[in-house]
């Protein structure tokens, strides 16, 4: 349904009227124009790699504390004394769980296989609940009139 409006001006120097007149419309208005998506942004896409990335950090750690134990590596070399210094912290929880395989020099510590495995459950926990939380999408479209 259209309706027409008018209004009447005067202007109050030279004390003229103006008329000006509008055509409204209550339907509604097609887009003269195409858009197109520029880009789609999930919010919690950013928190779930944050916990991906911290999480398989530490399971990095872990791996290579695994390895250095298992190829017998030096134990007064800086780095090792660094990786084992900081999966030490991490594996409190998990100390003496299972049993050390190997000899003196060559060991599989299980714990560290089982603080792994557990560490990767809890991020991909973590990750999940982020998604479920923040879960929607934004789109950002620009729109061109000709």
């Known amino acids: 349904m259209e309706r027409r409006d008018t209004d009447i001006e005067r202007d109050p120097v030279t004390g003229r009227e103006h008329e000006h007149r509008r055509v409204v419309s209550n339907e509604p208005v097609m887009p003269a124009s195409s858009s197109e998506v520029v880009s789609t942004i999930n919010p ?34 800086s780095f090792t004394q660094w990786v084992y210094g900081v999966t030490n912290v991490l594996l409190a929880p998990f100390h003496n769980l299972l049993p050390t395989i190997g000899n ?11 603080a792994i495995l557990v560490y990767a459950l809890i991020g991909w926990a973590l990750a999940r609940l982020m998604e479920i939380i923040f879960s929607r999408d934004i789109t950002v479209a620009r729109r061109g009139f000709f």
């Open 44 to 77: 919690g896409r950013r928190a779930m790699e944050l916990i991906y990335l911290v999480f398989g950090v530490v399971d990095g750690l872990l791996l290579i504390r695994l390895v250095l134990k298992l190829l017998g590596a030096n134990t007064t070399a």
């Open 104 to 114: 003196e020099q060559s060991q599989l510590e299980m714990s560290v296989v089982v």
